[in-house]
């Protein structure tokens, strides 16, 4: 299996396993609700790490925007020093930007998150 047909099969897994948080703030920017702007869902990203083709899967993928929006569960409180290189990687090697909501954030104050994520168009 090739690294890209990895990265497919497991953004398909993911997205039939999104959190409540997730599925909430897609319902918001599907089919282009948010000012037109295309989002995706679980997309991998590749980059090249010591000459080795790698994937990240974001949870939200903006092209046009060159924006991911990562909205986090638990585990990421004991995972954040993976986190912050998983973004340095991003940020550095696709020029990307990235924005960070938690579960409960998503859940308590939907508008609040939206509007956030519309100072980035």
């Known amino acids: 299996m090739t690294i890209r047909e990895l990265a497919i099969q497991y953004s398909r897994e993911l997205r039939k ?8 703030f897609w319902q918001e920017v599907r089919k282009k609700k948010l000012n037109g702007y295309k989002f995706l869902r679980q997309h991998p990203l590749f980059y090249k790490f010591w000459e080795k083709k790698k994937f990240f899967i974001a949870d939200f993928y903006c092209r046009p925007l060159k924006l ?15 986190d912050k290189r998983r973004s340095e990687i991003l940020e550095w090697d696709k020029d990307l930007r990235i924005i960070r909501f938690k579960n409960e954030e998503v859940l308590k104050d ?9 100072q980035f168009m």
């Open 17 to 24: 396993s999104m959190t409540p948080a997730e599925k909430l």
């Open 68 to 82: 991911v929006v990562e909205i986090d569960g638990g585990i990421h409180e004991r995972q954040k020093d993976y």
């Open 110 to 118: 939907l508008p609040g998150v939206i509007n956030k994520v519309k």
